[in-house]
């Protein structure tokens, strides 16, 4: 199993593009969400999804479109870049939904809006 | 609201040298606890988690955390660190009736071993 996978590993962008970010498991796991990583400040909870086509919002989910057509795949779509989302982004999914459940990461995404 | 604290963000050790790193919660319910480490380059990867019972608990490579409910921590401890444990490490919580993604995490703690 490749696990959770993210591309691309680093981007660069000018305020006003969009851009997706990909996200890919092949663990067959309903549980997916997109977390960013600040210095300074843990990871934050953007968009979540309980499974394909049921999607919701977690703590900072402004300037960031999800969607959810297949269980394998969780895109993050930013709409119009802004440097505040200079950031590092983590995918990560969990087999079950219980707070026990283990979150397997994906690499990371850096992103870098100019 | 829950939050959660590292108060060491960088920490520089020689091998061989003891390692305990400190994490504290705050929240009044019941909580599952995690520690999750990143070493340069990869993932996030589980450490050890707890949740309830004994509250010392081991995780992978040698690291071992305690549960101090008194003290709302969950320090991170390993007798004796090596070159390769340089990562950086994130201590995270959850309500217990809560879901798996709405973890809380602290702001981290960088760790360097010297050889």
């Known amino acids: 199993n490749a696990g959770v996978t993210q591309t691309p590993k680093f981007q660069v962008l000018k305020t006003g593009q969009s851009m997706t970010l990909q996200c890919a498991q092949d663990?067959?796991?309903?549980?997916m969400s997109w977390y960013r990583q600040d210095p300074g400040m843990g990871l934050r909870l953007i968009h979540y999804s309980v499974g394909a086509g049921i999607t919701d919002q977690g703590e900072v989910p402004n300037g960031y479109n999800v969607s959810r057509s297949t269980t394998e795949d969780f895109p993050l779509r930013l709409l119009s870049a802004a440097p505040s989302q200079t950031s590092v982004y983590f995918c990560a999914s969990s087999y079950g939904q219980g707070a026990r459940e283990t979150q397997y990461f994906g690499p990371g995404t850096r992103l870098l809006v100019l | 609201a829950q939050s959660v604290s590292q108060h060491n963000h960088h920490v520089i050790l020689s091998e061989a040298a003891s390692l305990e790193l400190g994490c504290n919660y705050s929240y009044g319910g019941t909580v599952n606890l995690f520690w999750y480490v990143q070493y340069p380059g990869q993932h996030l990867q589980l450490l050890l988690k707890?949740?309830?019972?004994?509250?010392l608990v081991k995780g992978i490579k040698g690291f071992e955390a305690e549960f101090i409910k008194s003290k709302f921590s969950f320090n991170l401890r390993k007798p004796s660190v090596q070159w390769s444990d340089t990562a950086e490490y994130f201590c995270a919580v959850n309500d217990s009736t809560d879901s798996s993604y709405k973890l809380i995490f602290g702001s981290g703690t960088r760790l360097l071993v010297r050889p």
């Open positions: 663990m067959n796991h309903e549980y």
């Open positions: 707890y949740f309830s019972g004994d509250p």
